[in-house]
């Protein structure tokens, strides 16, 4: 089962993908997490994407679809499924990932949507930075994100929902009502004829 993780910066990706690798066995990948592990080891990608991260920016859509491809022939060759988390934030990428998936032989099942009004992202995100000293999550870069958010990355909905693959899920709940929703999504996957 190969899923992507999809919503606005904060709207809980990352928790939510903790709870589904212990369920379901799946191999993770945050290409976040892959550019802050770049930054913190100050390789040179991590000096460029520290430059489009600091404001609030994404990485252009070669060098994100190059490091995908990379990771994915590293990490998860031999994995039943992954959870793509933070990835495609842009069309070129959504297509990309569909054509890496394929030339490996694997398919995207589904794309679950976290849907998380505005204000509560600001305001999780706002709260991240103070308990992880994470370096986006100020005032600034925040709203820099959300507007690229909604003016790059909202698209996909439509995009996946052409495809029959989105799925939404209502992301302003507490943390295990959400997990419980997703779940439920995903035991139908495998199973069409009693999906909705
Ligand atoms: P995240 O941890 O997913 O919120 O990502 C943090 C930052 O990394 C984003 O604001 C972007 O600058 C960059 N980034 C992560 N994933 C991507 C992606 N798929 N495409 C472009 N930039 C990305």
Not at 17 to 38: A, C, F, P, Q, W
Not at 54 to 60: R, W
Not at 123 to 130: F, L, N
């Amino acid at each position: 089962m190969n899923i992507v993780l999809f919503g606005g910066p904060g709207s809980g990706k990352g928790t939510q993908s903790e709870k589904l690798i212990d369920k379901y066995g799946l191999h993770h990948i945050s290409t976040g997490e892959v550019l802050r592990d770049h930054i913190k080891r100050e390789t040179e990608l991590g000096k460029i994407a520290k430059s489009y991260i600091d404001e609030g920016q994404l990485i252009p859509d070669d060098l994100m679809i190059r490091i995908l491809d990379d990771v994915l022939e590293k990490e998860a060759k031999d994995k039943p499924g992954v959870i793509f988390d933070g990835f495609p934030r842009t069309i070129p990428q959504a297509e990309a990932l569909n054509e890496l998936l394929n030339k490996r032989g694997k398919e995207l099942h589904a794309v679950v949507g976290l849907e998380v009004p505005d204000e509560k992202l600001v305001a999780r995100m706002i709260q991240r930075g103070k308990d992880t000293g994470r370096a986006d999550d100020n005032e600034e870069t925040i709203k820099k994100r959300l507007h690229v958010y909604h003016n790059q990355t909202s698209p996909l909905k439509e995009h996946y929902k052409k495809q029959n693959k989105y799925v939404a899920i209502d992301g302003d709940r507490e943390i295990n009502n959400i997990f419980e929703a997703i779940t439920k999504e995903l035991d139908k996957i495998g199973k069409p004829d009693v999906r909705d």
